[in-house]
C-alpha cells in the first residue's frame, strides 16, 4: 500500500512539474513584456517575469487528489472529468485589477479593462478571466501536446513506454483551465462518458443525445 502511495505521488509530481512548466512558459509568451493599466505601467520586466513564474508553480491543483495513473483507467470515473486544473488566469486577472483598484479607489467607474504585453512587445486587451485563459489554453496545447513523459510499467513488464499528456487544454466559462489526461479520458470512455465538444463536461449517453445536450447548454447558457 505505501508503494501504491508513493507511486501514485511520484506520478503526480511528475505530472505537475510538466504542467507548471507549460503554463510558465505561456504566461512568459504572452505577458512575459509587462503589463498596463490607466494608472500603472509595470516596467520591471525581471521581477514581473519571477512574479509570472511563481503564479504559475502555485496555480495548479488535482481536484480529484490524483491524476489517473496509466493502468488504472478501467477505475472510478467520479469526480471532476478533468484531473487537472489551473487558476492561473482568474489569480493573475484578479490580482491586476485588484492593484488598480487600490490606485483608484475614488474613482467611481474602473474598468477591468487591462493591456498585457507579450515577450515580443505585443499588445492584447484583456477584459476577462476567461479571455485570458483562452490565450493560455492556445500557447499550452502546443506545448504540453508535444512533451513525453515515461509512463511507469505494471510489476514484471521491464519494457519503458513514453506518451503525451492528453490531446487538448480547455477553459470553463469562468476562466479556470481544465486538462483531461490520456488515462482519465479512458477511464471516462470506459464508464460510457463522452466529452461535450463545446464544454469542458463529459456525460453519459449516445453521441446523438450528446450533441442535443450541447444545443441546449449553447441554447440556455448553461
Known amino acids: 500500500m505505501r508503494e501504491d502511495n508513493e507511486e501514485q505521488n511520484e506520478w503526480n509530481n511528475r505530472i505537475l512539474s510538466i504542467v507548471c512548466d507549460s503554463i510558465n512558459s505561456a504566461l512568459q509568451r504572452i505577458c512575459g513584456g ?8 509595470h516596467s520591471d520586466k525581471n521581477e514581473w517575469r519571477a512574479f509570472l513564474k511563481n503564479l504559475a508553480n502555485c496555480s495548479v491543483s488535482l ?16 469526480g471532476k472529468p478533468h484531473d487537472i486544473e489551473a487558476r492561473v488566469a482568474l489569480k493573475l486577472f484578479h490580482h491586476l485589477n485588484y492593484k488598480k483598484r487600490r490606485r483608484n479607489e475614488k474613482e467611481k467607474n ?4 487591462l493591456d498585457i504585453i507579450s515577450d515580443m512587445d505585443i499588445t492584447r486587451s484583456i477584459d476577462s478571466p476567461k479571455q485570458l485563459a483562452q490565450l493560455l489554453c492556445l500557447h499550452m496545447e502546443e506545448d504540453i501536446c508535444s512533451r513525453t513523459i515515461t ?4 510489476q514484471g513488464d521491464c519494457n ?8 487538448d487544454v480547455r477553459t470553463d466559462r469562468a476562466g479556470l483551465i481544465c486538462i483531461v489526461t490520456k488515462w482519465r479520458a479512458v477511464q471516462l470512455r ?5 466529452p461535450c465538444p463545446s464544454c469542458i463536461k463529459w456525460c453519459k449517453g449516445t453521441i446523438l443525445e450528446l450533441i442535443r445536450f ?4 449553447l441554447k440556455f447558457n448553461l
Open 34 to 41: 509587462s503589463y498596463q493599466t490607466k494608472s500603472v505601467n
Open 63 to 78: 481536484p480529484n487528489r490524483n491524476v489517473c495513473l496509466p493502468f488504472h483507467s478501467s477505475g472510478n470515473a467520479d
Open 110 to 113: 474602473i474598468t477591468t479593462k
Open 151 to 154: 509512463i511507469p510499467s505494471k
Open 160 to 167: 519503458e513506454k513514453t506518451s503525451t499528456i492528453c490531446s
Open 190 to 194: 470506459n464508464s460510457g462518458k463522452l
Open 214 to 217: 450541447c444545443a441546449i447548454s
